[in-house]
């Protein structure tokens, strides 16, 4: 097997509440809370969960958009957890992101062709010209036509702008790209031509992706490898298929049978959880899904359950449920 | 059959822009039955939320306005009535919840302040009655300890339980047709699953219609009996959900339901999409307004638009997809 493009060990993110006279640290947001995983060089990684749950925070811990709080990221087997800056720069080159709102991400002041050169400016690649040509062709890239290069972002649709902030994750030529739901404001026919092109792209310049959605369906068409979060933990993990056909963990089940199916008639045993996703402040003790939990046990309530390996060396599968002891 | 309970008929609703006035919905016609849910389809920008905020008066004037049409309930015009008229509708008669719990509710009252307020209008309640209700109402759908939340703001309630308090306010005068507009699209899939279910459970309780407005599919085909699919101010097509979902007959509804990602065991390399994007409604296209992104469209599409039959399953379309 080749070696990992990105390994992740443990990461931790907590976000200080403050408050009081003196602005103390009065608790802890535990939004990422000790996750491990490995990407392929050109595979993609699904991170699925609900709002809160982490997914978006860990996205941005790896890239360093936030300083991770404790645990490592490795990424091409060099430890890029403190580097400074400047060190980051090279590293930056090959990782990059796409964000979910494409009118938030873009800056409206900027044209496309400014938007798109900037990368290029900032890793100083090549001259004037061959700077200028890059661009054009990133346009080609994502199906945009040339007429683009002077326009603003405010004058493109949802799906055009999505195109932009991917041919600027392009621009350097990455070989891994955090993408945070990147087609959830989208439409459905604009979704399905955008997931169309990260599928070509993919396969074309064998990009590596970690694809961030709260969408089961739209993580298992693009995703090899699919992490299934809640309260800052992956509580299971394993390949696409597995994780449909076989789901281990109560909360992976829940949240599959929970799905709105396009197909009238087709009736399941849907189990419907009560409550809601407890506040990663105040996170429950033991298993944070136990209160939700309809198979909960009673060392469920006390006892965080660890990781167990429930598959093959070939084909790992990792369920954080104390089910499977 | 029973007697249409909502019967709207070649309804226009237009807007003022800087650029011009633009028909955002454009001779929609549809009846809605006592007691049954029907969902109403389509993208951003299809007409569907302001075709039912038009049906409570909500159109924003200016710049919006019912520029034709009727919308007849319970022998009145909506689409004509007045102000004063339309205020004693909304919430008993005809009630109404949107897609954003927290922007509707108002965060300097308390949930209980803001159900007496409907309870007290519409029923004449006095306070420690309207109260009482409140908490009634709260625990009917389905919030833990009742007595204790009607005290609290919308701010300490999660988006589920906010939205469910939007539920019980709608229905807290017993209305004969609730319009929910994207009820669910602001919550994660399994609370989703809890306030569709309540949606269900509730329409029984309560004998009432639901116009149920979502872009997603999975949700129609889950809790409505029948649906409209809009497609840039028209009604593309309507049928019965088994009908709609087995054989679509209008290109852009087959269209739309092949390009949702499905979790399936065999992956697509690619998702059958509908090329092109929806034109613009400043400058709309002679003929069919699908007919640029349609791959069945014939030269009749270009020059003439295509009529929605009578019948309750019928499409729009001059060469709707074979049986």
Request: hydrophobic share 40%; net charge neutral; charged share 25%.
């Amino acid at each position: 097997m080749s070696s990992p493009l990105l390994q992740v060990e443990e990461l931790r993110k907590y976000f200080p509440i403050r408050g009081g006279l003196l602005r103390g640290v009065k608790a802890q947001v535990k939004a990422v809370d000790g996750v491990s995983l490995v990407l392929q060089p050109g595979q993609t990684y699904g991170l699925v969960g609900e709002s809160g749950c982490g997914k978006s925070t860990l996205g941005r811990s790896i890239i360093r958009l936030y300083e991770p709080t404790a645990g490592k990221v490795m990424l091409d087997g060099a430890d890029i957890t403190h580097l400074s800056r400047n060190e980051m720069l090279p590293y930056r080159e090959r990782m990059q992101m796409i964000f979910q709102d494409p009118y938030a991400s873009l800056s409206p002041r900027r044209t496309v062709s400014q938007t798109l050169r900037e990368p290029l400016d900032i890793h100083n690649k090549g001259d004037r010209d061959t700077r200028d040509k890059r661009v054009r062709e990133l346009l080609d890239v994502v199906g945009m036509s040339q007429r683009a290069l002077n326009r603003y972002p405010h004058e493109f649709s949802g799906g055009q702008r999505q195109r932009i902030g991917i041919a600027r994750a392009l621009a350097l030529n990455p070989r891994l790209i955090i993408a945070d739901e990147p087609v959830s404001a989208l439409d459905v026919s604009v979704q399905s031509q955008v997931l169309n092109l990260v599928a070509d792209l993919q396969r074309e310049h064998g990009i590596a992706f970690l694809f961030i959605a709260h969408d089961l369906a739209v993580i298992q068409h693009v995703s090899d490898r699919i992490g299934v979060m809640y309260l800052g933990k992956i509580v299971e993990a394993t390949d696409s298929q597995t994780l449909y056909a076989h789901p281990k963990h109560p909360y992976t089940r829940a949240l599959l049978s929970a799905i709105p199916l396009p197909e009238p008639g087709r009736k399941r045993s849907r189990i419907v959880l009560g409550g809601d996703v407890p506040s990663p402040a105040n996170p429950p003790g033991g298993c944070p899904f136990h209160p939700r939990c309809p198979d909960a046990m009673d060392r469920c309530r006390t006892e965080i359950p660890a990781p167990r390996e429930l598959g093959t060396p070939a084909a790992p599968h990792e369920v954080s449920c104390h089910l499977y002891d | 059959m029973a007697e249409p309970l909502l019967r709207v008929r070649d309804l226009a609703i237009e807007f003022d822009t800087q650029y011009g006035t633009v028909r955002a919905v454009d001779g929609v016609s549809f009846d809605i039955y006592p007691e049954e849910t029907v969902g109403l389809v389509g993208e951003s920008g299809c007409g569907k939320t302001v075709t039912g905020l038009s049906l409570l008066g909500l159109i924003p004037k200016p710049p919006g306005r019912i520029a034709a049409g009727s919308i007849e309930f319970g022998g009145r015009d909506l689409a004509t009535a007045s102000e004063e008229e339309l205020r004693t509708i909304r919430g008993s008669e005809i009630s109404m919840i949107f897609q954003e719990p927290m922007t509707a509710l108002n965060p300097v009252f308390t949930i209980g302040n803001q159900m007496a307020d409907v309870l007290a209008r519409h029923k004449g309640l006095t306070d420690s009655q309207a109260r009482t209700e409140a908490i009634e109402m709260l625990g009917r759908v389905g919030i833990p300890s009742p007595a204790r939340r009607v005290d609290e703001y919308p701010h300490q309630l999660s988006g589920g339980q906010r939205q469910r308090v939007m539920i019980a306010m709608a229905l807290s005068c017993n209305p004969k047709l609730l319009i929910a507009d994207e009820p669910t699209t602001a919550l994660d899939v399994t609370t989703q699953a809890q306030v569709l279910e309540q949606i269900n459970k509730l329409q029984e309780e309560f004998r009432m219609a639901v116009i149920l407005i979502t872009h997603d599919l999975g949700v129609v085909a889950e809790t409505c009996q029948r649906a409209l699919v809009m497609y840039c101010g028209k009604v593309a097509e309507q049928a019965p959900i088994e009908e709609l979902f087995a054989q679509p007959r209008h290109p852009y509804t087959a269209g739309l339901l092949s390009s949702i990602p499905r979790i399936r065991e065999d992956r697509p390399e690619h998702l059958p999409i509908i090329a092109g994007r929806v034109p613009d409604l400043l400058h709309l296209p002679a003929g069919c307004r699908f007919a640029a992104r349609c791959e069945r469209a014939l030269d009749r599409c270009q020059t003439e638009q295509p009529e929605l039959g009578e019948k309750t399953a019928s499409a729009a379309c001059f060469n709707p997809v074979p049986v």
